[in-house]
């Protein structure tokens, strides 16, 4: 675990690196936007779904703290951008899609309570670190180390609520049914991690291929088999419909 | 038992699913309002099993499954045209590539495994034909032309239609590059809005400015009534660019491209020169539906015109269209852009592949999923939400209207919610519209968007004409706020805040038909006021999809300064405006 109070963690070089890069500041900014955005969309899923009144309240309150927290990292990154891509970035709704913030079912249903809650309890401590810590680094930047301060005001809040949920779960499922759960998490974020990396290394390799290709096998069919310009203006179809009824079972 | 045929539009933009059962669309939904990611593209899974649910039915009972289009001739296009634009194609390649041979040409065996059906039941539309059968099954002629403008679907970007009994027969079709729909977007993104988003944007701003670069944009797009339109591809990247869809050439004629991270200011000379540019792409853009649907109406004779399309959503075309050309009326779905095509796709299977029986016309926009009171009050128990209860319907409107005339502006959650990109009285935000500071007030600190997007008013049918110019034929765009007339000049004082710089507005008229409680919103607004009309805008913030359930409404509300919110039978106060909703 890093040791916020000494100054030569790898934590606080790497965030003093980035941070002092202006051109970097939108771009993470529009970056925590869109986390923050996806992790109210997680918690609206686990307000719907709670099983009790008391954690989905919780649980609304969470997202709306969520919500509020994309905006202000929304706002500041449009502030500092000056034509950065920060604007690009925060418009992109694939942007938000790519980033795995939602699939088929919600991260609530896949995970179940103990581990959401467990989940909840180990992301929420680490950003309160994380926005802690840049709190302090961007003295030089009132406006964004005051938002850092004030979003980590509420992460210091999730934490705490998400963690006496889970005394309450210890005391009532005994602790091995929380041990156990952060421990699958733990290992559910290595292995997410190794998977991302994969993906990443995977997209890198399959670019590299595909341009070999493209140079490789594209260019003779495009040297050859070069087509005239489309045609313009209307094209008659006759029969068309008649073969669409037909070919029905056809994907091409 | 029914016959039940699920459609599917995926893979491109603004995916959904759509049941047809005998004929009629009994649920749909875009799969933005469960996904929460606007104009979500993936598999429409959590659309899909809702639309299941809600008939409760269970995936072996449907007839069959029907994709919009065909993927493989859609691979096809895009591999013969990045070979075509050879090397400028590297990174258009690499993506689509990477995006189709792990993922979507995979469709079938995707949803069939997505919804537990056998891969046999899986059929396949084509775009353009669904998007026809969207606007003609669903519209109440009996035969009719019908006129599919969009980007681009398998290699059409326009396709003309002639429909009867006998089904939808296509007559001809422009293949892409060649398409209106993609160089509206291309000025889309040389404006700074975001593509297959802003295009609704720029029409807005087209009222600011005047047509002043018509000559310029002909040099791009030119149509006729015989030859239908044609692109300068010099202009134009997206042939072959996969982030880019203007090129040099486009930017030498028309000046630099606008940041879309810089605020735009309609009062300066760079301001008003973009919405000149926005102006004069609209005038271009009219005229060219114009000389296809003359063109349609010569070759077919046909009276009645179904318009189908992305472009569709260009209210201020549809409006002009039967002014404009020899269709004596113009119908337009309310979904009219991909998400339709679900929608088209399940009914064309049903008339044409199934060979079953037409089903009725479609009256009512709320397709979608409802919450009961009771569970709307278990939500507000559960959250400890102070709120007030209604015993019924009649003392809950009173109470609407109480607060729209104290000048509050309220958040309206009813029933089931809509069908297309369009609130139109389930889930919508209401206010006075004679009040002139509503305009300001909502889109700065309700909506947080662009202070020149207008707002449409909604007026109680059969009062359209005291405040609005309607064009002669088009009464069947009004239900589903898909076009724009000018307001008479007496109104536009009347309505300030629905009345837009150029003195139109987006009308939607509500009978007793579309949204019987809506209606009677309208009418109890109108004895109180002399009026009845309502500022009518969408429930949501800016970027994001409309509201769907009730703990969405509490979320948005509770994100901007709404006043009040009515949430079936309860009225909720904004007690956090500017503060922590908790504290």
């Known amino acids: 675990m890093l040791d916020q109070s000494n100054p030569f963690t790898m934590l606080r070089l790497v965030s003093w690196v980035v941070w002092k890069i202006p051109s970097r500041r939108p771009l993470k900014m529009a970056g925590f936007s869109h986390t923050e955005a996806g992790s109210s969309l997680d918690m609206m899923d686990a307000a719907e779904l709670a099983p009790t009144a008391s954690l989905r309240k919780k649980y609304f309150r969470h997202a709306l703290d969520e919500f509020r927290h994309s905006r202000l990292f929304h706002e500041r990154a449009i502030a500092l951008s000056r034509g950065s891509h920060a604007a690009d970035v925060l418009e992109d709704a694939e942007y938000s899609a790519s980033h795995g913030i939602r699939g088929e079912t919600s991260l609530y249903e896949r995970l179940g309570e103990t581990e959401f809650l467990a989940f909840v309890w180990l992301h929420e401590r680490q950003g309160a670190r994380q926005f802690g810590l840049y709190a302090d680094l961007m003295k030089h930047d009132a406006a964004s180390s005051a938002m850092f301060a004030e979003i980590c005001a509420d992460e210091e809040y999730h934490v705490s609520y998400s963690r006496r949920e889970l005394d309450r779960i210890e005391i009532q499922k005994g602790p091995r049914e929380v041990r156990g759960a952060i421990r699958r998490l733990r290992l559910r974020r290595a292995r997410e991690a190794f998977l991302r990396t994969s993906h990443g290394f995977g997209h890198v390799m399959a670019g590299l291929w595909l341009t070999v290709i493209y140079f490789g096998i594209v260019a003779p069919f495009s040297l050859a088999g070069r087509r005239s310009a489309p045609a313009a203006g209307l094209v008659a179809t006759p029969g068309a419909s008649a073969r669409a009824r037909l070919e029905y079972e056809v994907q091409g | ?149 969009d980007g681009v679907g398998e290699w059409a970007s326009t396709a003309l239609f002639d429909a009867s009994r006998n089904g939808i027969e296509r007559l001809s079709e422009i293949h892409f590059p060649h398409s209106i729909g993609l160089v509206y977007s291309a000025f889309t993104a040389y404006l700074g809005f975001q593509v297959n988003d802003g295009e609704a944007k720029v029409m807005g701003l087209s009222s600011y400015g005047q047509p002043r670069y018509v000559d310029e944009v002909r040099k791009i797009l030119r149509s006729s009534e015989t030859d239908g339109i044609t692109v300068d591809l010099s202009y134009v990247t997206y042939q072959h660019s996969a982030t880019q869809s203007f090129s040099a050439r486009f930017e030498q004629l028309f000046g630099p491209a606008r940041s879309g991270d810089a605020r735009l200011d309609i009062t300066t000379p760079e301001g008003r020169r973009y919405a000149d540019i926005a102006a004069s792409l609209q005038a271009v853009a009219e005229d060219c539906v114009v000389d296809l649907a003359n063109g349609l109406q010569r070759q077919t004779g046909r009276t009645d015109l179904c318009l189908a399309g992305g472009v569709a959503l260009n209210s201020v075309i549809n409006a002009r269209l039967t002014s404009r050309t020899q269709f004596k009326r113009v119908f337009v779905h309310p979904a009219p852009g991909d998400d339709g095509c679900a929608a088209g796709a399940a009914l064309w299977a049903w008339n044409e592949v199934l060979a079953g029986r037409r089903g009725p016309a479609l009256t009512r926009p709320g397709l979608g999923k409802a919450w009961s009171n009771g569970e709307i009050a278990k939500l507000l128990a559960d959250l400890d939400i102070k709120h007030t209860a209604f015993d019924d319907e009649d003392a809950m409107i009173a109470s609407v209207v109480d607060d729209l005339v104290d000048g509050k502006v309220a958040g309206w959650f009813q029933g089931r919610f809509e069908w297309g990109p369009r609130s139109l009285g389930h889930r919508s935000i209401l206010a006075d519209p004679t009040r002139p500071e509503m305009t300001e007030r909502i889109n700065r600190k309700i909506k947080f968007r662009e202070q020149f997007r207008p707002f449409a008013p909604a007026v109680l049918q059969g009062h359209e004409d005291a405040y609005f110019e309607m064009a002669p034929g088009t009464e069947l765009l009004m239900p589903w706020m898909l076009g724009v007339f000018p307001v008479k000049d007496g109104a536009r004082a009347l309505l300030p805040s629905t009345t837009h710089v150029d003195g139109s507005a987006r009308v939607q ?75």
């Open chain 2, 509 to 583: 008229s509500v009978d007793d038909l579309a949204n019987p409680l809506f209606q009677r919103l309208l009418i109890a607004f109108g004895r109180a006021t002399g009026h009845p009309v309502l500022l009518n805008t969408s429930f949501n913030l800016k970027g994001e999809p409309i509201v769907t359930s009730p703990l969405q409404a509490l979320r948005t509300f509770y994100s901007s300064e709404l006043d009040v919110l009515y949430l079936g039978n309860f009225r909720v106060i904004n007690t956090a405006i500017g503060k922590h909703f908790y504290e």
């Open chain 2, 1 to 149: 038992m029914s016959d039940y045929v699920l459609g599917i539009s995926a893979q491109f933009h603004d995916a959904a699913a759509a049941l047809v059962r005998d004929g009629e669309i009994v649920a749909a939904a875009a799969e933005e309002r469960f996904s929460r990611i606007k104009h979500d593209s993936a598999l429409p899974f959590r659309a899909a099993k809702w639309c299941l649910e809600h008939e409760g039915i269970r995936p072996d009972d449907l007839a069959a499954v029907v994709f919009h289009e065909k993927p493989l001739r859609k691979f096809e296009r895009l591999m013969i045209t990045q070979i075509n634009a050879f090397p400028r194609s590297l990174e258009a390649f690499r993506r689509t590539a990477l995006s189709w041979f792990p993922d979507k040409l995979w469709v079938r065996g995707a949803l069939a495994k997505g919804l537990g059906i056998d891969a046999r039941k899986v059929i396949f539309s084509d775009h353009h034909l669904s998007h026809a059968a969207s606007a003609f099954y669903t519209s109440p002629f009996e035969e009719a032309a019908v006129l599919a403008v």
